[in-house]
């Protein structure tokens, strides 16, 4: 990528997304945040255009594009719905984990499904006792034979319920980071059951359950990676889901600042457009600009993981600290400049904001983004 423009090729994926955001997300987002509804036959009409396994080699059944080109797919679907473009990111950040670690075999049996979303996948490392520490999970695979067994209960886990595979971090040894492994879960494991759906603020077209493991035997096959060498599975396929959380904050924000244009462009007051206040129009142009500069930062974190720059993890850091930030901020700032109108659901201002909030709180909070950059700055 030049620093200024997107090729063509690039302009043509993210023009992809966006249309199948505007025909088959954006008309009926609204619908399935009332209803808690999870379109899975959407995301695998996604799947079948190849935004199931966006950043998986193509030798494996993926589309073999690149992290820049799936913040831009994410970012344009988010403009129809944060919540199902957040939780295809999800299923992309846990396929690729067994793109990236997994054996022949594994990738043979599980990657082509789920290239074409025809399976999903969730990410299971959040604990009740333990989510920013995430290092200090009690979730136990107990080795036997050929099989482990785990026991333990996974939080918060997106997409859990209704999906087919769980790319678990759990402790087959000593305590702290070194004492963890992935382990690929099948929905069809006997003891793995699941909690209640949340009654959540957003993120209502996806479910999010509470993961039960009791007795529940996988095979040693079924480990990514060595043993011992979760944590770190689990931290490197992170570094790619924040800048795609942060890529689903633009695409919301750029929504809901359109939706901030065109109303203030029509509504009327003190015989003016609301537009013609320049109060008005400084704030329209501050959040444009502080959008623009976030959407910087994502491509250029996004490019800086696809190089494998050393400092990629802190770019990926700031990137999701700063997008969802903004994101949020611009959202809100969106639904002010509706007024009254701004807090009713039908004109979907209220759903953007709900929906991006969670984004400042998860794959790691925004603290912990700080606590990253800082540790690059910050000698011991
Ligand atoms: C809707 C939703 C979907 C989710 N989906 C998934 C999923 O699919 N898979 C998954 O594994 N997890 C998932 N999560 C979990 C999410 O990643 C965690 O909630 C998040 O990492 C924070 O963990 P916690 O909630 O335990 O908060 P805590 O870690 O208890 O943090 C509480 C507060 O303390 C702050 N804090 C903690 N430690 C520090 C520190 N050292 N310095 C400064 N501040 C600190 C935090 O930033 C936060 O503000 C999801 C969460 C939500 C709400």
Aim: glycine share 10%; charged share 25%; with cysteine.
């Amino acid at each position: 990528m030049s620093l200024f423009t997107l090729p063509e090729d690039q302009i043509a994926i993210r023009d992809m997304a966006r249309d199948f955001a505007a025909e088959r997300i954006a008309p009926r987002a609204l619908d399935w945040d009332a209803d808690k509804h999870f379109p899975v036959d959407v995301l695998r009409e996604a799947g079948a255009l190849g935004m199931g396994g966006i950043y998986i080699r193509e030798e494996h059944g993926g589309s073999g594009l690149t992290r820049l080109d799936a913040a831009l797919i994410f970012e344009a679907l988010a403009t129809g719905c944060p919540t199902v473009s957040a939780f295809l990111s999800i299923h992309n950040m846990a396929s690729w984990m067994i793109d990236r670690y997994g054996s022949g075999q594994q990738r043979e049996r599980w990657l082509p499904e789920l290239c074409r979303a025809e399976t999903l996948a969730a990410y299971c490392l959040t604990e009740p006792g333990s989510g920013s520490d995430a290092a200090a999970l009690r979730t136990t695979a107990r080795r036997e034979g050929d099989d482990y067994v785990l026991n333990g209960t996974k939080q918060f886990i997106s997409g859990a319920g209704a999906v087919d595979l769980y790319v678990v971090m759990a402790r087959t040894g000593e305590a702290g980071p070194r004492g963890i492994s992935t382990l690929v879960v099948p929905a069809t494991t006997p003891g793995l059951s699941f909690g209640p759906n949340e009654r959540k603020m957003g993120w209502n077209a996806q479910p999010t359950r509470q993961v039960i493991f009791g007795e529940c035997r996988v095979p040693v096959a079924n480990r990514l990676g060595e043993e011992g060498t979760g944590f770190r599975i689990a931290m490197a396929g992170l570094d790619g889901g924040r800048l795609n959380i942060g890529a689903c904050s633009l695409g919301g924000a750029q929504s809901a600042l359109d939706k901030a244009l065109a109303y203030t462009r029509e509504r009327r007051a003190f015989g003016k457009r609301l537009d013609e206040f320049q109060a008005l129009q400084f704030r329209l142009a501050d959040m444009a600009t502080e959008l623009e500069a976030a959407r910087l930062m994502i491509y250029a974190a996004a490019s800086s993981l696809d190089r494998g720059d050393a400092d990629a993890t802190q770019r990926a850091a700031m990137a999701k600290r700063f997008a969802t930030d903004v994101g949020f901020k611009v959202a809100n700032e969106a639904l002010q400049l509706h007024g009254g109108y701004g807090y009713l659901s039908e004109y979907g201002v209220e759903k953007i904001v709900r929906d991006l909030r969670v984004h400042q709180i998860l794959e790691g909070t925004n603290e912990i983004m700080r606590l990253i950059v800082a540790r690059g700055l910050v000698q011991p």
